[in-house]
């Protein structure tokens, strides 16, 4: 069996009346794409925001590699190899996409000391090899506030990439792209994450993009999750198409 | 994509790091002229770092009023004196003071930071103000004229020696300062400004990274007080008033805030305007910089350095 990497164990948390996690348990293994799908509100994103420290669980542990991260900074909880992708792409604007990657490669570093220029960093034919396996290569030497949303959601996950992460989670990563670029960009993804043997917990709401990518999908309700299982199993149950897929 | 945008502005403060070295010989005013010039620029310098994270300190006149009065302070209690020693004590003394209200301060963003800088300052300044029997009070503390390495100076000989020491000092801060912007460090300090969130989940501490920007702008405006008090032989509680946070924030935006040599570029526009306007339309010469500012904002938003950039690209693009 494969090396469990994240593990959430009786995750709650209430946010006044509403409930985001009701007793959450879940395992991520090393080498999977976890789906994440589940109706508006059912606490998706809550799980993510848990698992990198940007909320503290009323109850319950979360550990990575054996290690407890239960309200770690998200920062330390970097630093131990867990990255975010954005649904809506955090980029530094102002700068090119390679100096968004470059202050990516100077963080990894942890103390960025010293006079040398960021563009005369070691790790630049790295970040540009990275780049190039997003395929947005091209935009390099553009401010970021130039790129095209599908591009920016790309340079988003190249920022999370270049911080050589075990687990990259991603919050709808094909949200606000136009249907037909989907396919392209998570078949741009998944390869770029096969390569960097990174795994992967992605929230997403395509259930044709969870069949497609996904090898296990985790199905969230109020706060609870309702079932986990291969696509195939989780999409064929009647109860979960009628709850959760409104179908 | 840099290069072709600093190269010409790089010449301009070649060009203009010459002109003063060289002009004062010809007009002996302006020796002093020039190294106020310079030595403000200098505390600018700091103010155009903290811009870069989009901050604005409306307080930094509370290191300038460190770095004086630790020129002034020795001075009083100690005697005598040397150029490098006041250098020394400014801007170590004005360091130290920025890493402690820098702690506070680093907490938080926008009109808070600047408030908060503004209220640090005003604390010291009614210390410097109220402890009469170690500051003199409102009267300020007279720093006489200091040698350097052990040599002794005429009045006349002395304006040309602190002038070059202030060229010195603002050529090695602007390199500097440059080369920090251009660093990790440097580009983290920008990228805060667009997306804080993004830099914490690439496992760099924000507050860290401001932090740091912080005690360099101190260190550069205790540096610049130090060399003004040495300047104009002495060291008053204004120093650390508000409305002078506020010329350094004026003049930070009269140069403009995106390159280095902003600083230097609106340091020479205040000064130059205060220096004539004041010798020939005597009470009047705030009004003629509160027009000129006027027209910055509305006509050219990135300063006086933002007017050439405007210009070269309206000149590429009619190609």
């Avoid at chain 2, 460090?185 to 993004?198: V, Y």
Wanted: charged share 15%; with cysteine; aromatic share 10%.
């Amino acid at each position: 069996m494969a090396n469990v990497l994240l593990s959430a164990k009786d995750i709650q948390i209430r946010f006044g009346g509403v409930i985001a996690a009701d007793g959450i348990n879940l395992d991520v293994l090393e080498g999977e794409n976890l789906a994440i799908i589940g109706p508006n509100g059912a606490g998706k994103t809550t799980f993510l925001n848990i698992s990198t420290g940007y909320l503290r669980p009323q109850a319950g542990t979360v550990t990575f590699l054996g290690q407890d991260i239960t309200a770690q900074l998200p920062r330390t909880i970097v630093k131990l190899g867990i990255a975010r992708a954005f649904q809506i792409p955090q980029l530094f604007l102002d700068q090119t996409v390679m100096e968004n990657m470059l202050i990516a490669a100077a963080s990894r570093r942890g103390h960025p000391s010293g006079l040398r220029a960021l563009s005369h960093m070691p790790e630049a034919p790295e970040m540009e090899r990275l780049l190039d396996l997003v395929g947005v290569k091209s935009y390099a030497k553009r401010t970021a506030r130039e790129l095209p949303e599908g591009q920016r959601k790309l340079v988003d996950i190249a920022l999370a990439l270049a911080l050589k992460p075990k687990l990259l989670l991603m919050d709808e990563p094909t949200s606000g792209v136009a249907s037909s670029e989907k396919l392209a960009i998570m078949d741009i993804l998944t390869k770029a994450l096969a390569e960097e043997k990174v795994t992967s917990v992605f929230v997403e709401h395509d259930m044709d993009m969870v069949e497609r990518y996904a090898n296990r999908v985790a199905v969230w309700n109020v706060g609870k999750i309702q079932k986990v299982g291969t696509p195939a199993e989780v999409l064929a149950d009647p109860k979960v198409r009628e709850q959760v897929i409104g179908i | 994509m840099m290069a072709g945008r600093i190269k010409p502005i790089t010449i301009a403060a070649i060009v203009f790091f010459l002109v003063s070295a060289v002009a004062p010989l010809f007009v002996a005013s302006w020796a002093t002229l020039f190294a106020l010039i310079l030595a403000k620029g200098i505390v600018v310098l700091g103010i155009v770092l903290l811009l870069q994270a989009g901050q604005v300190s409306f307080g930094h006149a509370m290191f300038f009023a460190t770095g004086a009065y630790a020129a002034a302070f020795w001075g009083k209690f100690v005697g005598g004196g040397d150029i490098l020693l006041f250098l020394v004590l400014g801007g170590v003394s004005s360091t130290i003071f920025g890493l402690i209200v820098g702690l506070f301060v680093v907490r938080y963003r926008e009109i808070f930071f600047g408030m908060l800088n503004l209220a640090f300052s005003m604390v010291l300044w009614s210390l410097l103000e109220k402890m009469f029997h170690y500051t003199n009070g409102a009267d300020g503390i007279r720093v006489a004229r200091p040698g350097l390495l052990g040599l002794t100076f005429t009045p006349e000989t002395f304006q040309y020696v602190i002038l070059y020491v202030s060229l010195a000092i603002a050529i090695v801060a602007f390199y500097a300062v440059q080369r920090y912007l251009d660093s990790p460090l440097g580009h983290m300090l920008r990228a805060m400004k667009s997306n804080e969130t993004r830099l914490e989940y690439l496992g760099m501490s924000a507050r860290r990274v401001l932090l740091i920007g912080y005690v360099i702008s101190a260190l550069l405006g205790g540096i610049g007080g130090t060399l003004v008090a040495i300047i104009q032989q002495i060291a008053t509680p204004e120093f650390g008033f508000w409305t002078k946070s506020g010329e350094f924030v004026f003049i930070a935006i009269l140069g403009g805030g995106a390159h280095a040599f902003g600083a230097f570029a609106g340091a020479a526009m205040f000064e130059c305007v205060r220096f004539y306007a004041a010798a020939h339309l005597a009470d009047s010469w705030q009004l003629i910089l509160g027009v000129v500012l006027i027209v910055i904002i509305l006509y050219a938003p990135n300063g006086l350095i933002g007017l050439r950039q405007r210009y070269g690209q309206a000149r590429q693009g009619g190609h």
